[in-house]
């Protein structure tokens, strides 16, 4: 089992930027598929982003795609998510979380396929 703990997270004006962190207690970071994924009141958890275990390609879903960075540091074993230019509809719970297997292509975006969770982390942009 391995613990992700997550940081960041706010307060923030339509427009404006927040960064996100998500770090692991085990090296078993490293060899792992990462993503992030939201979680709006009352709607289902959707993802957001992913990166493979050498932080050479992402995915990304469309809603953020060219406002959101995602990116790791795998001798820190910490991943981030930079969210630049947010929008109130960014407003969510956003969990990161380690991929459970050989996860690739469209299989990246299903929260199944994922075993380990932070615990959250709420962002709130306000109009």
């Known amino acids: 089992q391995v613990p992700l703990v997550q940081s960041g997270g706010g307060l923030v004006q339509a427009g404006g930027s927040l960064t996100l962190s998500c770090e692991a207690s085990?090296?078993?970071?490293?060899?792992?598929?990462m993503g992030w994924f939201r979680q709006a009141p009352g709607k289902e958890r959707t993802f957001v982003a992913s990166?493979?275990?050498?932080?050479?390609?992402?995915y990304y879903a469309d809603s953020v795609r060219g406002r959101f960075t995602i990116s790791r540091d795998n001798a820190k074993n910490t991943m981030y998510l930079q969210m630049n230019s947010l929008k109130p509809e960014d407003t969510a719970i956003y969990y990161c979380?380690?991929?459970?297997?050989?996860?690739?292509?469209?299989?990246?975006?299903?929260?199944?396929?994922?075993?380990?969770w932070g615990q959250g982390s709420q962002v709130t942009v306000s109009s």
């Open positions: 979380a380690r991929a459970s297997g050989a996860v690739y292509g469209t299989l990246l975006a299903r929260p199944e396929n994922y075993d380990y």
């Open positions: 085990k090296r078993t970071f490293n060899p792992y598929v």
């Open positions: 990166i493979d275990a050498r932080g050479d390609s992402t």
